[in-house]
């Protein structure tokens, strides 16, 4: 147990050292919610009616509404960057450290993700914070109860973009994965506009939505940071858990690490 | 009478149809230095993968320090590895990449560089351990790798192609480096290279060829065998292929 110990220690250590020596990522990664919250949705408030729609008890400004939506966008392109950091990986050779070490690899590649999954939280509550002094309502408990959620949430995206990163065998690819994952993921979900409207349009695109495990995620956070729960939302976030986990152990099962040189 | 520390029995290994490693088969007695000699794309990383656990064995058997390479938490847990492509964090200082080994090792921070000390100084390390990867040229960045992978004192050390790159001196630093360690009795080395001035006559020896093991002894007693006049041209009688082309 002490050597497991240590070897997530040392994981979640190294993911954090990268994180305070690449400032640039987290203000990026911070830059483009923000621009969201300040631009597009000042742009869509007038456009966009809402209704009352659980977890909010009143009429909310457009503002609020996507608070959630962007929090999700941070873990979203977080977890597709420490993708890209592991295709880096593979390709300097620094990935096959971790994989010929003595200890499971499951246990190893799931550190992985959680470490990713710290350094996305702390990137997910500066932005609550930024959006609190922006005029957004906010309980501290709500975020304080949101952090769990958004650090199991985020281990989702990422055990994704681990699997995703298996698959692709050349930086190159990554572009591509922008433009089939990372904005479908985002645009097909309840992150910008609520299920009910999407429904009113296009009965096949809301269909989508409802497989779209980034729609869960949204609503999960969204549900907590207003102190409410929806158990329905919970099981099928953790349904997605066990898939995407999966999807990332099989991944970089050994036969799959190396391909013929 | 010597132990084995590393013994492959009938290793075969196939890319989708293509048949890279036809039943190799040879073992490492501890404290001795044994060269794998071959050509660009004889399978010697192939070699190199399925001890690691890179790749799974096909058929054929993998014993490391008297364990099956598939109960790899005890086979794999005793050995360093070098790998042909650098492995270290440009980023992070020497210490915190050989902390971060360390922690895959199971050690913690303080147990890591407590375990290096001596190679650290032996490899003048110690002065450069804050100092950024990225700032440390070729050679000394070789020596952490190899620092490095002797981190938790391990029983056999895997290099591929360690020296590749490298200017002369530091080629031979390194290997120096390493026999006296071997000598010493400290540890057993599987050295896998193309590179023919790096064997010595009384290295144990393999030579593979297209994934085949053709001839295993001392580099001597093989030289000896086939009545030839130095490593090179025996390989080029046993492989009938020219080295240099």
């Known amino acids: 147990m002490r050597n ?3 070897c997530a220690k040392g994981i979640i250590y190294k993911e954090l050292l990268r994180f305070l020596k690449e400032k640039s990522r987290f203000f990026s990664a911070l830059v483009r919610p923000l621009l969201w919250l300040f631009i597009f949705s000042a742009g869509f408030t007038s456009a966009l009616g809402l209704a009352i729609i659980p977890p909010y008890e009143s009429y909310i400004t457009y503002e609020t509404y996507i608070v959630p939506g962007l929090v999700g966008m941070i873990l979203l392109f977080n977890g597709m960057q420490s993708s890209l950091t592991m295709i880096i990986d593979k390709e300097m050779g620094s990935m096959k450290i971790l994989l010929t070490s003595y200890i499971n690899r499951n246990f190893l590649l799931f550190c992985k993700m959680f470490a990713t999954a710290i350094v996305s939280t702390i990137q997910a509550i500066t932005f609550l914070i930024v959006a609190y002094f922006y005029g957004i309502e906010l309980s501290i408990t709500g975020v304080l109860l949101t952090i769990p959620i958004i650090l199991f949430t985020s281990i989702i995206l990422n055990a994704f973009a681990l699997f995703i990163s298996s698959v692709i065998k050349q930086l190159e690819n990554f572009a591509a994965i922008m433009n089939f994952v990372i904005f479908p993921m985002f645009f097909l979900s309840s992150a910008l506009y609520p299920l009910w409207k999407i429904k009113d349009s296009s009965l096949f695109l809301y269909t989508v939505c409802s497989f779209n495990p980034f729609t869960y995620i949204v609503e999960s956070i969204r549900f907590t940071l207003y102190l409410k729960y929806d158990l329905s939302t919970f ?16 991944g970089y099962k050994s036969k799959k690490v190396l391909k013929k040189s | 009478m010597k132990i084995t520390i590393l013994e492959l029995e ?7 149809k293509e048949m890279v490693l036809k039943k190799v088969s040879f073992s490492i007695e501890e404290a001795s230095f044994f060269v794998l000699l071959g050509l660009n794309g004889a399978g010697k990383s192939t070699i190199f993968s399925l001890l690691t656990r890179l790749l799974n064995l096909q058929s054929g058997s993998i014993k490391i320090n008297g364990y099956m390479i ?3 938490s005890k086979a794999l847990k005793d050995i360093g590895i070098v790998f042909q492509e650098p492995t270290l964090d440009l980023d992070l200082t020497v210490r ?9 090792k199971g050690l913690s921070f303080k147990e890591t560089i407590a375990s290096i000390k001596d190679e650290l100084t032996n490899l003048d390390l110690d002065e450069k351990l804050d100092t950024k990867v990225q700032k440390l ?8 790798e190899i620092v490095r992978s002797l981190i938790n004192k391990p029983k056999l050390l895997l290099l591929d192609e360690a020296t590749v790159g490298l200017d002369l001196k530091s080629r031979f630093d390194i290997l120096d480096y390493l026999r006296r360690k071997v000598q010493k009795g400290e540890i057993s080395v599987l050295w896998i290279t193309h590179l023919f001035d790096e064997v010595q006559e009384s290295d144990s020896l393999a030579i593979i060829h297209k994934g085949e093991i053709l001839a295993t ?13 130095d490593l090179t041209q025996t390989f080029r009688y046993v492989t009938r292929e020219n080295p240099d082309a």
């Open chain 1, 4 to 6: 497991y110990f240590y």
């Open chain 1, 235 to 250: 099981y099928i976030i953790f349904f997605y858990f066990i898939v995407a986990l999966s999807l990332a152990f099989m």
């Open chain 2, 10 to 16: 009938n290793v075969s290994h196939s890319y989708d």
């Open chain 2, 70 to 72: 598939q109960n790899y």
């Open chain 2, 96 to 104: 915190q990449n050989l902390y971060y080994y360390g922690a895959l």
């Open chain 2, 137 to 144: 040229n070729g050679g000394h960045r070789r020596r952490v």
């Open chain 2, 217 to 229: 002894g001392t580099a001597e007693s093989i030289i000896a065998e086939y009545k030839q006049a």
